[in-house]
T-cell receptor, first 118, second 111 residues
Framework: ETGVTQSPTHLIKTRGQQVTLRCSSQ?????VSWYQQALGQGPQFIFQ???????GRGNFPPRFSGLQFPNYSSELNVNALELDDSALYLC?????????????????FGPGTRLTVL | AQSVTQPDIHITVSEGASLELRCNYS??????LFWYVQSPGQGLQLLLK??????LVQGIKGFEAEFKRSQSSFNLRKPSVHWSDAAEYFC?????????FGPGTRLSVLP
């Protein structure tokens, strides 16, 4: 058990809808990263938040957005859902000392949210 | 661009046999390397990591990995596989705020 929790476990939406996924970080961690894992593939980096600021973004469109709260929990929001958004969404927390130094802190993953878009 | 390749999509071994999962990476600087394991429908569990120092690192569940800079490899090994090791294994390279994962190797274990 990593101490990283995600909700909900499963979610079914229809195309065009909006969805919010939630993540609670491991105690003491100030950095949250979100990943999308399509079936049969490795996780793909969406973005990272460090101390409530976006700290990097992968190759995902702006309709993927996020927030990090003062208690370091986080939300992933996806607008205008598309069928290809169906995936397992993983949240990972870490303790970031200074991301600009290029140090990759060990990331601890939650169990994920399985999103199905119909 | 950074990338990770795992040449074996699926490996099947007998219980008690040895295991080696291959990982090659492309990264211009000193890499931070990780192996994670994922059981069906679950999140990723960290097996081991390499930041610096001794190139042979020990992890949980009896796994170890060896960093070979000259070959840009970070292969995962286990001397004797247990049925509970059946899962998907991901190699990752970390840099800054990003982790780049390989496509994964699915391990099946025969009784």
């Amino acid at each position: 058990e990593t101490g990283v929790t995600q909700s909900p476990t499963h979610l079914i939406k229809t195309r065009g809808q909006q969805v919010t996924l939630r993540c609670s970080s491991q105690s003491g961690h100030n950095t949250v990263s979100w990943y999308q894992q399509a079936l049969g593939q490795g996780p793909q980096f969406i973005f990272q938040y460090y101390r409530e600021e976006e700290n990097g973004r992968g190759n995902f469109p702006p309709r993927f957005s996020g927030l990090q709260f003062p208690n370091y929990s986080s939300e992933l929001n996806v607008n205008a859902l598309e069928l290809d958004d169906s995936a397992l969404y993983l949240c990972a927390s870490s303790f970031g000392l200074n991301p600009s130094l290029g140090v990759a802190d060990t990331q601890y993953f939650g169990p994920g949210t399985r999103l199905t878009v119909l | 661009a950074q990338s990770v390749t795992q040449p074996d999509i699926h490996i099947t071994v007998s219980e008690g046999a040895s295991l080696e999962l291959r990982c090659n990476y492309s990264y211009g600087a000193t890499p931070y390397l990780f192996w994670y394991v994922q059981s069906p429908g679950q999140g990723l569990q960290l097996l081991l990591k390499y930041f610096s120092g001794d190139t042979l690192v020990q992890g949980i569940k009896g796994f170890e990995a060896e960093f070979k800079r000259s070959q840009s490899s970070f292969n995962l090994r286990k001397p004797s596989v247990h049925w509970s090791d059946a899962a998907e294994y991901f190699c990752a390279v970390g840099y800054g705020q990003n982790f780049v994962f390989g496509p994964g190797t699915r391990l099946s274990v025969l009784p």
